[in-house]
T-cell receptor, first 117, second 116 residues
Framework: DTAVSQTPKYLVTQMGNDKSIKCEQNLGHDTMYWYKQDSKKFLKIMFSYNNKELIINETVPNRFSPKSPDKAHLNLHINSLELGDSAVYFC????????????????FGEGSRLTVL | AQKVTQAQTEISVVEKEDVTLDCVYE???????LFWYKQPPSGELVFLIR??????QNEISGRYSWNFQKSTSSFNFTITASQVVDSAVYFCALSEEETSGSRLTFGEGTQLTVNP
């Protein structure tokens, strides 16, 4: 069983379209993330949810909207896609031990490569 | 603000050579965590190691070893007797302790190529 799974793995679309990437984790973690990896391989956090609550929202255009229906799922919807949105989007999860801070180890999905034409 | 610097953008070695990947970090927190991740050509991110700021012991795992030095804010990674399968992008990352999750700050990565 894949611990963190994302769909689709590849997505090719036209500028201006709206698309979604889905993520599911079966590790029982209560925190999930979206990271973006650009063409230069630079990885940067976009969002983080803890128990369905948004806790990290980096400077990301509001065309990007995460949604967490439950703590095992975190989806990313992107409106009005632009060329610069082409990247690999990684979902990740981690566990926060009750009463303690997270130790930070993230488990990543395999990534979703988005290409905007 | 936290920052991770991997000054080596690309390294190329011949198989069986030892290679060290450098990582220097900046943080104002006294409690933090350092990580190394490997990204092979297939694209997934593979966790290699986590080290907390209170544990400066060096660690060895097979051909991999890590040298954590708080005095120089460095967390370097050495591969001994490198193999072609070690070819990948390696990321160093830093996480400051947060109560409801963690924000990993990644370095820019070092592309390691091991030639036969």
């Amino acid at each position: 069983d894949t611990a963190v799974s994302q769909t689709p793995k590849y997505l090719v679309t036209q500028m201006g379209n709206d698309k979604s990437i889905k993520c599911e984790q079966n590790l029982g973690h209560d925190t999930m993330y979206w990271y973006k990896q650009d063409s230069k391989k630079f990885l940067k956090i976009m969002f983080s949810y803890n128990n369905k609550e948004l806790i990290i929202n980096e400077t990301v255009p509001n065309r990007f909207s995460p949604k967490s229906p439950d703590k095992a799922h975190l989806n990313l919807h992107i409106n009005s896609l632009e060329l610069g949105d082409s990247a690999v989007y990684f979902c990740a999860s981690s566990q926060v031990v009750r009463g303690l801070a997270s130790t930070g180890e993230l488990f990543f999905g395999e990534g979703s490569r988005l290409t905007v034409l | 603000a936290q920052k991770v610097t991997q000054a080596q953008t690309e390294i190329s070695v011949v198989e069986k050579e030892d290679v060290t990947l450098d990582c220097v970090y900046e943080t104002r927190d006294t409690t933090y965590y350092l990580f190394w991740y490997k990204q092979p050509p297939s694209g997934e991110l593979v966790f290699l190691i986590r080290r907390n700021s209170f544990d400066e012991q060096n660690e060895i795992s097979g051909r991999y070893s890590w040298n954590f030095q708080k005095s120089t804010s460095s967390f370097n990674f050495t591969i001994t007797a490198s193999q072609v399968v070690d070819s990948a992008v390696y990321f160093c990352a830093l996480s400051e302790e947060e109560t409801s999750g963690s924000r990993l700050t990644f370095g820019e990565g070092t592309q390691l190529t091991v030639n036969p």
